[in-house]
């Protein structure tokens, strides 16, 4: 057998940096601890040290659990803008109902095509306050007047051949409401004077039914107009015997 030859040196020494392999019988004589670094957070400038735990949990692959999401616009908006509620376009559509007269300039069927649902909930809401008088029970059967009345106009108008949606006849029958609400307490004025009062209901019913029916009977009804403002008449004229009593 040849002798052993010169044993080459290894090709890469490791620094102190690295790992290096000791025997066994050195191994005893090794200690030590190994220091955690601290970690610091830069929260707006300030630097804050992490606890234990958090460090602990970042270690893991858990510090997700520790992240803070950024307030969303979109959740910081106004309750009334939330809600859907714009009171200039509410204020706007009240004005048309109160005078429908084309004269004066108002796009009215900004009302019909444009509709919304808190207006004519409010104008319901408040007819059926004022139609209390020690008659609590009015008011619920007034929103379920408001709500299956719609529907049947609705329906009507569908049959006869009207491009109209039930959103639409619900806010229009709603905001229509409004001349039943001023001529209330002119009511209460000239209630002993039965003809005078006659007359003033007369013209608030035809002043409601006016308004409605000019927002919901348009041209693509022709000759079957009266089938569809006869009934809207008749509801207004329901409406106001709640109110009445009669």
Same mark, same amino acid.
């Given at each position: 057998m040849q002798p052993p030859g010169p044993?080459?040196?290894?090709?890469?020494?490791? !620094?102190?940096?690295?790992? *290096?392999?000791?025997?066994?019988?050195?191994?005893?004589?090794? !200690?030590?601890?190994?220091? *955690?670094?601290d970690v610091k957070l830069n929260l707006g400038g300030e630097f804050i040290k992490e606890s234990t735990a958090t460090t602990f949990l970042r270690q893991r692959g858990y510090g997700w659990l520790l992240e803070v999401e950024d307030d969303d616009p979109e959740d910081n908006k106004p309750l009334l803008e939330e809600l859907d509620i714009d009171l200039k376009d509410i204020y706007y559509k009240i004005r048309c109902v109160l005078m429908p007269m084309p004269s004066l300039g108002f796009n009215r069927q900004v009302v019909r095509d444009n509709p919304d649902f808190w207006g004519p909930l409010a104008v319901v809401l408040f007819f059926s306050m004022i139609s209390l008088y020690g008659q609590f029970k009015v008011v619920s059967w007034i929103i379920t007047i408001w709500i299956f009345g719609s529907l049947t106009i609705f329906l009507l108008a569908r049959v006869l051949g009207g491009e109209v949606a039930y959103g639409q006849v619900l806010g229009v029958i709603g905001y229509s409401l409004l001349p039943l609400i001023v001529i209330a307490p002119v009511l209460l004025v000239v209630g002993s004077f039965e003809v005078v009062s006659t007359l003033i209901k007369l013209f608030g019913v035809f002043w409601a039914a006016y308004s409605a029916a000019s927002l919901l009977v348009g041209e693509e009804f022709k000759t079957k107009k009266p089938l569809l403002i006869y009934p809207i008449f008749l509801l207004y004229i329901y409406f106001l015997s709640l109110y009445t009593g009669v």
């Open positions: 044993q080459q040196p290894p090709l890469y020494a490791p !620094s102190n940096g690295d790992f *290096t392999f000791v025997s066994s019988a050195d191994a005893e004589d090794l !200690s030590g601890s190994i220091t *955690t670094p």
